[in-house]
């Protein structure tokens, strides 16, 4: 089964950007559809973005749009998330997840362990 560590957070000033990795181990990266999510305290877990299995397709929810990008390099085993023009209500924990189901899907087999992110405003 495929493992996700998640990097790149950090404390960022509004209007500012991160890039968020997520590294693949022991398993077919190219396999899975990757997705992002994030978690505020006291809030319940959200979808942000998905890319499917070659990166051909991507979906984005509607707070992110315009702002963020969802990549990856399956030579790397390497999923990105791009944040530009963050705002403090982007502030979360950040997770990776991987997908055996087809793009788009929301049901993910597998989790990182989140990496986070604050924007001071």
């Known amino acids: 089964q495929v493992q996700l560590v998640e990097s790149g957070g950090g404390l960022v000033q509004a209007g500012g950007s991160l890039r968020l990795s997520c590294a693949a181990s022991?398993?077919?990266?190219?396999?899975?559809?990757i997705g992002w999510f994030r978690q505020a305290p006291g809030e319940e877990r959200e979808f942000v973005a998905a890319?499917?299995?070659?990166?051909?397709?991507?979906n984005y929810a509607e707070s992110v749009k315009g702002r963020f990008t969802i990549s990856r390099d399956n030579a790397k085993n390497t999923a990105y998330l791009q944040m530009n023009s963050l705002k403090p209500e982007d502030t979360a924990l950040y997770y990776c997840a991987a997908a055996i189901s087809s793009f788009p899907t929301m049901k993910m087999d597998y989790w990182g362990q989140g990496t986070q992110v604050t924007v001071s405003s």
């Open positions: 022991q398993g077919t990266f190219s396999r899975y559809v």
């Open positions: 890319i499917s299995r070659l990166g051909g397709s991507t």
